[in-house]
DNA sequence: TTGTAAGCGTTATCAC
DNA sequence: GTGATAACGCTTACAA
C-alpha cells in the first residue's frame, strides 16, 4: 500500500509550512502565485485528497445528508430519494440512505447513528408506528436540521412537507364525477391511517357537496388480497351495478385490476378505474390505468430546498404541501 | 444548544484522567469496577456518544460500506441494497448508497467520495458504458476491498458476484421444453449486453442440444415498447403460430403482455409466457407470470459474506455465481 | 507572504 | 489501576 498523501507530506518535500500548503490548496488570496503553482502540482502528482476524517473533527460536522425511510423499496421513496441525491450531489452533499424496516426501534437506532455522524441535516418519513417523538427533539439540541416527509407527525413544532393528501382526494373525486362514472366503488387503505382519512374525506366532500354520497360506497383494505375480495364481492352483491372504482394506491390497483379480471371484465367499459400512484406501475397495464399522480419525486425536490432554507437560518417552522396531477389513461 | 458530551468532560467532572474514562467506558479489565461503574453513570446522564470523526481518524477507517448502482430505482439492486443492509447492520456497519446514473463520471466521482471517506469496503455494479477499470484499480493502492456484483467487470484481478446468467437462460429453455411450449419466440434485451449475451447462450445451447433449434424465433428489445412492437408483428406474420413467449426482463415482460393484450391473446392459452425477473412484477398480473427467478436479496447476502471474506485477509480473488429457481405460475 | 502553535476528540503507549 | 503524553490530519488565529 502506497502512503496516501498528506499536507505535511507536501510541505515536507517542498520545505514550506503545512499552513501555506494547506492555503494554497484552497486559493487562499494571500498566498504566492508561484508558491500556489508549485503546491497544486505536487498535490496533484501525489494525488492528494483532504482527510475527510479530520477535516470534519475540525469543523464539527460533515457534509452528509441522511434520508431515514421505513422502507427504500418503494417506488415513493425512491423518486423521493432520487430528487434529493441529485441536489444534494449539486451542493456538495451526499447521501446516507438509512431504512427502519418500519420498526420504531430501528428508527431511533439510525437517528442515534445520525447524530453520532454530526449530518448535516434529516430527512425523514415516520414509521407506521412511531409513537414517542422524544427522540426527535434530541436533534434539535445538537442543532441538527430536520425536515419530515410524507408520513409527518402531528406535533407542530417541526418542519413537514408533504403530499395534499385532501387535495388529492378531492382531485379524484371530481374527475370521476366530471367523467360522469358514478356509481363508485372506492377502496381506501388502511383506515387508522391519517392518509387514508385525509384522502376520503377530501373524496368524500366532493360528493357530498356534488350530492351524489348515495351513490358512493366506501370499503378499505389493507392489502392487495383484500382488494380482490372487496373488488369481486362488492361487484358481484350489487350485480356490477358500479360504473367506476377508485383506488387509493398502487397496491389497491393491483388487487382491483387483479379483481376485474376474475370477473372477465374489461377496463374501461365494464367499469372505468381511478387510481392515486406516484406514476409508475399504472403505466404498466393495458390499458393504461388512469391516475392522479402524487410525486415523490417533486416531494423530494421540495424537501431538498426547504432544508436548504432552514439551514440558512432565516424562516419558520411549518408545513409545506405538494399539490398532485392528473395522469389521464384508457381505464378512466 | 446543549454543548455536547465529550471524554474531557467526563474527566473533568470526576476528577480523574481521560484515558480512564476512555478505558472505563469500554470495559477495559484494569479499571476498578467502582470507577467504571461512577463513568458509565455520568455518560448515560449526560447522553454522551463518542465522536465518530475523531474514532475515525484515530482508527484511519470508518465503519461504512458503500454500495455503488447504476440506479436505484431498480426492484433489483434495491433487494441487493436492502440484504447488504441488513448484514450489515448486524455487524455494526452502515450503508453508505451512490448512484451512478449510468455515467461513469458520476461513478468516477462517487468512487472519490468513497476514498475520501476511507470506506471500509465498497460494493459496485458497473454503468453499462464503464470503459476503464484505473479509477477501481486505484482502490486497491489504498486497501479499500472491492466486490463487484450484478454488472462485474471482464478483468479478473477483481473480485465479482454475479447471477448465473447462462444456467439461467438455460433452465428457462428446459422449462419450456419440459411444458411443450415450441415454438417459441424470446425476446431478449441488448445484444451488446454480456448478460444477453450470456443468457441467450444458455438458451439456444438447450434448444440445441434438444434439437428444437429450429423451432426457436429470436429477437431482441431494448425498452418495453419494442417489445410491444415485435409481440405484435411476430404473431401476426407468423399467424401465431409460437406456443410460447420467453422474456428475458421484466421490462420485456411488460412489453409483451401489453402486445398479447393488443391482439387480444389471453394467458396461458394462446400463448404461455416465461420471463426472467427479480419477483415483484410477475406476481401483479392475472394469471401471475410464471418466472426464474434472479434474487437480488440472496446475491447481496452472498456478496457481503464474500466481502466479509475479503477482510478477514484469507482468501483468493475470483468470481461466485448464484443460482435461479423457478417460480411457477399461471402463465406457462 | 509565510510560519508557529493550539486545538478538534479519540486511542494507544508508556510510565508510575 | 491510573495518568501523562503523543499521535491522527487538518484549520485558523496570531506572529513574524
Not at 191 to 219: M, P, W, Y
Not at 253 to 270: A, I, Y
Amino acid at each position: 500500500m502506497k502512503t496516501t498523501a498528506t499536507l505535511k507530506k507536501i510541505s515536507d518535500h517542498l520545505n514550506i509550512s503545512i499552513s501555506t500548503v494547506s492555503r494554497a490548496l484552497k486559493d487562499h488570496p494571500d498566498v504566492a502565485p508561484e508558491t500556489k503553482r508549485r503546491v497544486k502540482e505536487l498535490a496533484a502528482m501525489l494525488d492528494y485528497e483532504p482527510n475527510a476524517f479530520a477535516v470534519n473533527l475540525r469543523k464539527k460536522h460533515s457534509n452528509v445528508f441522511a434520508v431515514v425511510v421505513p422502507e427504500i423499496s418503494n417506488y415513493f421513496y425512491h423518486s423521493f430519494i432520487q430528487a434529493v441525491e441529485e441536489d444534494a450531489r449539486r451542493m456538495g452533499y451526499t447521501l446516507m440512505i438509512l431504512q427502519s424496516m418500519n420498526d420504531p426501534d430501528v428508527e431511533e437506532q439510525n437517528l442515534r447513528l445520525c447524530r453520532h455522524n454530526h449530518v448535516a441535516g434529516i430527512f425523514v418519513a415516520l414509521t407506521s408506528r412511531t409513537a414517542h417523538m422524544q427522540p426527535f427533539k434530541k436533534l434539535e439540541t445538537v442543532d441538527i436540521p430536520l425536515v419530515f416527509f410524507d408520513k409527518v407527525p402531528a406535533d407542530e413544532t417541526f418542519n413537514k412537507v408533504s403530499i395534499a393528501d385532501y387535495d388529492t382526494g378531492r382531485q379524484a373525486a371530481e374527475l370521476l364525477l366530471k367523467h360522469r362514472k358514478a356509481p363508485v366503488l372506492a377502496i381506501f387503505g388502511n383506515a387508522q391511517l391519517s392518509i387514508t382519512q385525509r384522502r376520503e374525506k377530501g373524496f368524500t366532500d366532493v360528493c357530498r357537496e356534488a350530492g351524489t354520497l348515495n351513490k358512493l360506497t366506501i370499503c378499505y383494505a389493507e392489502h392487495a388480497d383484500e382488494a380482490v375480495r372487496h373488488t369481486v364481492q362488492y361487484f358481484q352483491i350489487h350485480g356490477k351495478a358500479f360504473a367506476s372504482v377508485f383506488s387509493m394506491s398502487d397496491e389497491i390497483m393491483c388487487g382491483v385490476l387483479k379483481g376485474l379480471n376474475q370477473l372477465q371484465m374489461k377496463l374501461p367499459d365494464d367499469a372505468a378505474l381511478l387510481t392515486i400512484s406516484n406514476g409508475f406501475l399504472p403505466t404498466l397495464f393495458s390499458p393504461e390505468i388512469a391516475f392522479v399522480k402524487t410525486s415523490g419525486y417533486d416531494l423530494g425536490k421540495l424537501s431538498f430546498s426547504r432544508m436548504m432554507e432552514i439551514m440558512s437560518g432565516k424562516t419558520f417552522v411549518r408545513e409545506n404541501f405538494l399539490a398532485s396531477t392528473y395522469i389521464p389513461g384508457g381505464s378512466l
